[in-house]
């Protein structure tokens, strides 16, 4: 049995701490039997901006002619969607902002048309991962971008119960992660028992 793991890489800071976060979750996983791992840096992937001119909601598909094009299906396709990102400003980063806001033809084809976003069959068997890192150490640093990152998932079918988190802060300069005391052992455990659950999923 295949796993499908798509996983964003949403920092413009290649190799820091939170994309040196998804490397650690997609190692763990990649040791599993059937597992298929694609991992997409954003600031490679073509990905526009929203333009907010609604035009998905009657077409069923976006007016702009980028990287979502590529990644459009594979979305669909992925088992688990993983969104890896840091905290800039209180929020989520722009690069990871854009491609959230650009699930907007998934909101128009679920909200709107009326229309299924994934089979009827494979509802109920997606998960998703939230992995992010910040340089404050502030227990409310993550609170503006969960909101976010919920409806990126509840757009795709992902449920609320089926989205995992693992978020750490005090992680500022690059590299500063590698010295925390959890966080690779933390990243490792989940991918395993992500890909654990996902088997039992897809078994039934």
């Known amino acids: 049995m295949e796993i499908k793991v798509l996983a964003f890489s949403g920092s413009p800071r290649r190799g820091g ?12 996983m990649g040791k599993e039997e059937g597992v298929v791992i694609e991992k997409i840096p954003l600031t490679e992937a073509n990905v526009n901006p929203c333009r907010g001119c609604n035009a998905c909601e009657t ?13 459009h299906d594979k979305i669909i396709d992925a088992d688990c969607i993983i969104l890896a990102a840091p905290i800039f400003c209180m929020g989520i980063c722009a690069q990871a902002k854009a491609l959230i806001d650009r699930f907007q033809v998934f909101r ?4 709107v048309l009326k229309l299924p976003v994934v089979p009827p069959e494979r ?9 992010s890192t910040a340089g404050q150490n502030w227990d409310h640093v993550f609170q503006g971008a969960v909101p976010s990152v919920k409806c990126f998932f509840h757009v795709i079918d992902v449920r609320d119960k089926d989205i995992h988190y693992l978020m750490v802060n ?9 010295a925390h005391p959890t ?7 989940l991918g395993r028992e992500v890909i654990a659950e996902l088997r039992k999923r897809l078994e039934q």
């Open 183 to 189: 966080a690779r052992e933390d990243a490792e455990r």
């Open 59 to 71: 077409l069923n598909r976006c007016v702009q002619r980028d990287g979502m094009d590529v990644l």
């Open 170 to 178: 005090g992680v500022d300069e690059k590299g500063a992660i590698l």
């Open 17 to 28: 701490n939170s994309e040196t976060l998804l490397d650690w979750v997609l190692s763990a």
């Open 123 to 131: 509802k109920g068997k997606r998960l998703g991962i939230f992995l």
């Open 108 to 111: 128009s084809r679920k909200f």
